[in-house]
């Protein structure tokens, strides 16, 4: 079997591919990064790729992240985050398995824990990911992966939220962490084998892959260091409303993920266990 992943140049993509080879034999693609260079966008080397390639698994981990940057250049997150998809989903073969990687950001700015079906971004990260969405589930084999994720990066020039915090506290550097925003990632290991599990047992539809409980990020950060032992002093706790110039960001983010524990026939870890797998 030969599995695809996009976006080798991301964050997921290093756990995606140690993963992979349990599976078969993975190809990697990125514009300038992996085993084959391709511009998703582009509708022409999209075909070309899938026809060198012809994956039997396609996780498509290629996105447009930075919520400010989307938001000051809708057309270009437009492009990667939403028509890049239309794109594979034109020229896949109907029995190619695809996964596509979302965001909690498909949600409203109210209090969660988020219900599948509840969709309402407000801001173009979480738009442009949602019509992403829609696009991939126009693929009738396709699984959509609603996720908030950290762990430690693995790729260079690339870092994570625990990245950020860990590094800045041994460091002892200033850092503000948000007790006003609320979220429940997993780690990136754990999100990687529920993909695959997913993938495996032939599920289709769409799933919030989080953590069982959530928490804000300024509990994370602290309970983070608590697990590394880390020295909190340089850190200050405040609230992103507080931060100019932010694209407009829903503040809680938690996501209810009974109806993977359902398809999975098991409890999701807690975030206060996937803390421990750092």
């Known amino acids: 079997m030969t599995i695809l992943i996009t976006g080798a140049s991301g964050l997921l993509a290093p756990y995606l591919v140690r993963t992979a080879g349990n599976y078969g034999d993975v190809v990697t693609t990125s514009r300038t990064q992996g085993d084959v260079l391709c511009d998703l966008t582009d509708l022409d080397q999209t075909r070309l790729m899938l026809k060198k390639v012809r994956p039997d698994w396609l996780i498509h981990a290629a996105a447009m992240t930075n919520v400010d940057a989307c938001e000051s250049d809708s057309a270009l997150a437009q492009q990667v985050n939403a028509v890049a998809v239309q794109n594979i989903v034109s020229h896949m073969e109907p029995d190619t398995c695809l996964a596509y990687l979302s965001t909690d950001q498909v949600y409203p700015d109210i209090p ?3 219900q599948e079906g509840t ?3 407000v801001n173009v990260y979480g738009q442009t990911k949602l019509e992403g969405e829609r696009n991939a589930l126009r693929h009738k084999n396709c ?22 915090i860990v590094n800045g506290l041994r460091e002892g550097k200033s850092i503000t962490i948000f007790k006003d925003v609320l979220f429940s990632p997993l780690h990136m290991s754990t999100l990687v084998s529920i993909i695959y599990e997913c993938m495996e047992r032939g599920l289709h539809g769409i799933f919030n892959t989080g953590s069982r409980s959530g928490m804000s990020k300024a509990e994370f950060a602290f309970a983070v260091a608590d697990h590394l032992n880390l020295d909190t002093k340089t850190a200050t706790v405040g609230e ?18 009974t109806k993977l524990e359902t398809a999975l026939g098991r409890a999701m870890p807690t975030l206060m266990q996937e803390i421990k797998k750092l």
């Open 112 to 114: 969660g824990p988020h």
């Open 119 to 121: 969709e309402n971004p």
């Open 240 to 257: 992103s409303a507080s931060q100019a110039g932010r694209a407009p960001r829903a503040l809680d983010l938690r996501m209810a993920v």
């Open 143 to 164: 699984l959509v992966f609603r996720a908030n994720l950290f762990g430690h990066s693995m790729t260079e020039g690339r870092s994570s939220l625990d990245d950020f």
